[in-house]
């Protein structure tokens, strides 16, 4: 499969609403008890990935301004699965 | 700056201006819809060849009967005549038959491909490429992505998929859009997100195709806040197809001039019904579509021409499961408002036995490409030599339904 296959301009939205409800927790996928309120769920916080200093190396500046702008940790996540680092192998 | 480059950017200028304002004149665009019937739908169930009595000896459960003379009490599971040959579906009484009788819908049997893959995928894929067949293929070039290419040369032009993935026909040289309509909802990315999304592609390859894909949700989602205000206005409430194709109509009125839609679910191996069951809905349902969408076209309906095609026919006999498996020739569907409707067109042959092709499906006698290549010529005023660039090596052909 080549990039013209997933890359399509409906489909790139698609992946950034996917990465809203991944990174604000919305899709669930956090809950390691299922009867577990929604409240209850811990939010992973993306940002404190950013202690590592290799990882910091593989961000992009364009990304990195994107995250500066994050207002909650839940949109710093959703840059973060958003960006085009996130998007290429 | 000096004097000698003031004037002539001053004396630049009137014209410039001129250009801007023409270009941005409402004008009369001619458009084109191309609706993809996956699966393969059952023509002969859509298209009855009510002449031929061997269409009756070959589905003695899944016929549709012959066109009711008493008008008085007509049998409603007959068939519509619309020909000394040809009827039609009788689910499409209310829908397609009246657009039929004003000339705006014409019928082609025995079109199709000539690919004998007989598998969905190989010959979709074939259909969609629109190139040589048994030729190294190039998966990169679909044909409508090469209207489109053709089109956006001198003039303004915007094509669009309403898919959810951008269908190999489009795919290729230009950045076409798409967008499925079926479930327009309120984006959860919202605008200053999507802004600051759209600057991180900044400078990456994906920039423009990110960038669209937030321009053309933002516009459609504009446009149909109208739709919705006039649907609690007349209280009309469609959905499933239909809904999808009036949205579709009011893109295309406002913004887009090529769009491409897939309808599945035709794949009728078993139990497809006959006048009545499962086929039938569908047929009704797309049939509704139809006739709403060129409803909502208004005016523009009369520049606007609609192809419905499908990857192949079905057997001409019916199964051990009173359904059809895969065959060959299929029955496109043109219609529009200019349309030189209210026939059955094309090259044509009895339905008996012997003019079966391989003593099982519809022959191909009208190729897709020339067939397709004719009508768009006619509807964009195409040259030749522009339509050898959307199919190559082809010849296009009228039918004279333009």
Redesign the interface.
Known sequence: M?S??W????????R??IA??IGSGNAGLFKTDPAAAPSAVVLPQMATLMRNAELQTMI?P??R??LE?AKTPQ?WN??LI???DF?NR | MDRRHLLKHTLALPASCLASRLMAAPMAQPRMLLVFLRGAYDCANLLVPYSSSFYYESRPNIAIARPDADSDSPNPAACLSLDATWGLHPVLRDSILPLFLKGEVAFVPFAGINDLSRSHFETQDSIELGQTLHQQRN??SGFLNRLATVLGGPGPSRPI?F????PLVF?GHT??????LKNVGK???DAR??Q??A??????P?AR??S???G??DEVIRSLSIEMDQASRNAISAKGFELEARRIALLMREKFNLGFIDVGGWDTHVAQGGATGYLATRLEELGRGLAAFAQAMGPDWRDTTVVVVSEFGRTFRENGNRGTDHGHGSVFWVLGGSVKGGRVVGEQVPLDAAHLFQNRDYPVMNEYRSLLGGLMARQFSLSTNQMDQVFPGVLAQDYGLL
Do not use: C, W
């Not at chain 1, 890359?7 to 698609?14: D, E, I, L, V």
């Not at chain 2, 898919?163 to 951008?166: F, K, M, W």
């Not at chain 2, 600057?199 to 990456?204: L, S």
């Open positions: 080549t013209d296959a890359a399509s301009p409906g489909q790139m939205t698609t950034f609403e809203k409800a992009g364009r990304t301004e994107a702008q949109e959703t840059f958003a960006s085009p998007m | 998966f990169r998929s898919t959810d993935h951008l795919r950045q076409v859009p798409n967008l499925a984006p959860g990315v997100q999507a600051i999304i600057a991180m592609y900044r400078d990456t994906l195709t990110v669209e894909g937030f053309v949700r």
